[in-house]
């Protein structure tokens, strides 16, 4: 009578995942059970960390199959939704939608400082080429400097699939750590007399200028560089739903259902392609060290490019808006506001600090169409 | 690493060159806007 009871449990079990679990599929649930930690009781990037979390966990369960190509659920997802380059750009329309043009508009030189931070991304880039990284992978590895994630996603699909994963919880971490990482940068680069500078104040804007500005820089950035293509032309489309006020239905569904549901979307795919044999290598600390790299050198360029502005304008920038040129919308802004105040409690950075910040993103679209046009994405 | 270094060279170039035709675009818009808009305003 045991015979055959014990036959049926020894093949349920050797049918089972336990049969097939291994130590890096262990070591990966540790992993996403820490990212899971920091999501939920840190509130690190949760909208993010924790879906990618989730879809770590579920990548890494044996004989699950959620992951086997043309049959798994989050094949699916991340098939049809990141290989066929569909869900970033709907990200960037519902971030079209949420943004306010109004401060760049109004101090349409802060945008250079978006442009400085740029810097950073190239440095990191070069710096990940000469440790060893192919181009393609070190493009997908410098771009973490732009703090953006829908693009670094977008970026390193393209061009260094394998790294997807490693590369979007390098970016979603580091800027949740944006305060503690821009700070001390900013510091050193800045004297306490420049970090007291106040802005003078930006012109009016008209609401038709809001208007028209979508349509026009959509223009002269795919123009100028037609790889940005679809992250800017979503962005764009989304921000003139906003700003031209008769289409308020397509406008809040952007801002919410439509961004939600592709978040939820992009967030389990990324941790879906992060399994054991791809994770546990060596590498991905370089990834991780390199894009700590990234960020410290896009805050130092952002600051530095201000202060060069200083020395050839008559009116001045305080320089630590250069560090809000790193996307991070919009804590990289409330950093900036909160180490100016530490020198003065009188000046309010954060509405100033807003355009590069918004700046920041046009920046590392066109970094990223930059990449893809040399690379061949 | 030649590349490497080209590619750094023209995308920083392609940056604030993208960005400079950003700038002057805004400020067209806004002589444009200024010259044919009406006058209504409103704090940026």
Redesign the interface.
Known sequence: MSGPVWDVFGALVAQSGFAHLTWGQVVMWVVAFGLLYLAIAKQFEPLLLLPIAFGMVLANLPEAGLMEPGEGLLWRFYHYGIQWEVIPPLIFLGLGALTDFGPLLSQPRLIFLGAGAQVGVYIAFFCAHALGFDLREAASVGIIGGADGPTTIYLSARLAPHMLGTVAVAAYSYMAMVPLIQPPVMRLLTTRAERRIRMSRGRKVHPLEKVVFPVAGCLVVILLVPASAPLMAMFMLGNLFRESRVVERLTQASQNELMNIVTILLGVSVGATMNAETFLQPRVLFVFALGLVAFVASTASGVLIAKLMNLMSRTKVNPLLGAAGVSAVPMAARVVHRVAAEADRQNYLLMYAMGPNIAGVLGTLIAAGVFLRALGG | ?E??????T???V?????????????????V???RI??R?????
Do not use: C, D, N
């Not at chain 2, 700038?23 to 806004?30: D, G, M, S």
């Open positions: 690493m590349q490497a270094l080209e590619i750094f023209s995308g920083v392609a940056v604030f060159a993208g960005m400079g035709l950003v700038y002057l675009a805004i400020r067209a818009v806004a444009a806007v200024a808009g009406p209504k305003e409103t704090a940026g």
